[in-house]
């Protein structure tokens, strides 16, 4: 049998079936008022490179395939044990997940895959957040600027949905990515759970 993956954790950290009720009802209500705007699809030159940014790129399954396989190339070895890519293909076609998707030159280059949640908050409220579930870039199209570009628009994102909060799940093994989200403006979360191999990470959007 598959092991939970790593979200499958996190929420059973942070969450009591009262509440797991409680986010459900109050996500059903969010939802009619909190959708992305229309979906655009921005060509640009960056670092010398013809590159084309897709939002809400319908998930085909084409795209499926290669994020799932991304997702395994970079961080499969973080998860340790703990990795299943059958229950990671199923977190990614969760209904509500939108892409965002960056192409060079016609061929995918990397992705992000998030999602508009309420997470809980201080003195037992909740706060709607955008939740990254994953920012992935191809090994051969990092330091060009792709990674910063998928975070910027989902920044511009969380804005149109009316999301003060981005959060994500980061592995601390992952070094390299810690500094990427630092660079970012992320921090840990004051929810984040003590004595794990991950923290919860976010950033406030002022």
Known sequence: LCVLAKVEH???DKAKGQKWAKKRKNRARSEQSHTFKTPRQTSLFHHNTPMTLIEERQLSRDLLNF??????????????????????????????????????EGRLAGFAAILVDQEPFENDTERLVVYVYEIQVLAEHRSRGIGSLLMERIVDMARDS????????????????????????????WNSPEDQHYVILSRFLQ
């Open 67 to 104: 994020a799932v396989d991304l997702v395994e190339t970079n961080v499969k070895p973080f998860y340790g044990t703990d990795w299943c890519k059958k229950t990671k293909r199923q977190e990614l076609m969760l209904e509500d997940m939108k892409y965002v998707v960056a192409e060079v």
């Open 10 to 12: 996190l929420r059973q």
């Open 162 to 189: 009316e999301c003060e909060w981005i959060m994500l799940t980061h592995f601390k093994a992952n070094t390299k990515a810690s500094g990427f989200y630092a660079k970012h403006g992320f921090v840990e979360d």
